[in-house]
């Protein structure tokens, strides 16, 4: 399995600014994924991340919106830009069986409002 | 197209009754994972169990059991004698891209156990 920590765990934040969410494992990991859920809902995939590559993302998210770093095997961060009430979501980071099985492991979660 | 459906959307039941959590998964891969999460209301997704597209021996852990049926494209999970602290939402998941380790997750069925 995989130990992951996110930060913050939770912001309040205002229309129009923009939030930083950190994603540290305690193993090294090719594969980390960004996922959006939305109030009551399921998780969507938002974007794969693996180092020394650009993010790939999912159709309906974009680059600008939500730009991704993975500078090592261990840290990624997710961005969430010139945010608007919609943003207010639940992002959970998640990576890929350290031990190489086909599971992930998610991470704790940020919970974000935005007013 | 990949699809995971999860009909029930909550179910409540009172503590130490055995409840059965259906999942119905499409594909058109032949080799294909499938997953069952928690999540608790602390929001952070726990990892249950993994199956394989080849392995459709049935599993118990403890209360937990699930049973995977390839002739109704169904991964069922069953909880023996149910506790308060299993009243969560639970997600199936289905991989079915060799190597991208993509999930689609179903809509989630929210577990109430009553004491």
């Known amino acids: 399995s995989a130990v992951i920590s996110q930060k913050p765990s939770r912001d309040i934040c205002q229309r129009g600014t923009s939030l930083t969410i950190q994603c540290q494992v305690d193993s090294q990991v090719t594969m980390m994924f960004w996922y959006r859920q939305q109030p009551g809902q399921s998780l969507t995939l938002i974007a794969t991340?693996?180092?020394?590559?650009?993010?790939?993302?999912e159709s309906g998210f974009v680059i600008d919106k939500f730009p991704i770093s993975r500078p090592n095997l261990t840290f990624s961060t997710l961005t969430v830009s010139n945010m608007s009430p919609e943003d207010s979501s639940i992002y959970l980071c998640s990576v890929e069986d350290p031990a190489g099985g086909d599971e992930q492991f998610f991470g704790p979660g940020t919970r974000l409002t935005v007013l | 197209a990949q699809k995971v459906t999860q009909a029930q959307t909550e179910i409540s039941v009172v503590e130490k009754e055995d409840v059965t959590l259906d999942c119905v998964y499409e594909?058109?891969?032949?080799?294909?994972?499938l997953f069952w999460y928690k999540q608790p209301p602390s929001g952070e997704l726990v990892f249950l169990i993994r199956?394989?597209?080849?392995?459709?021996q049935n599993e118990i852990s403890g209360r937990y059991s699930w049973n995977f049926q390839k002739s109704t494209s169904s991964f069922n999970f069953t909880i023996t004698a149910s506790q308060v602290v299993d009243s969560a939402v639970y997600f199936c998941a289905l991989s079915a891209t060799s190597g991208t380790y993509k999930y689609i997750f179903g809509t989630g069925t929210r577990l109430k156990v009553l004491a």
């Open positions: 594909t058109r891969d032949t080799t294909y994972y």
């Open positions: 991340a693996n180092q020394g590559s650009e993010a790939t993302y």
């Open positions: 199956r394989n597209s080849f392995d459709e």
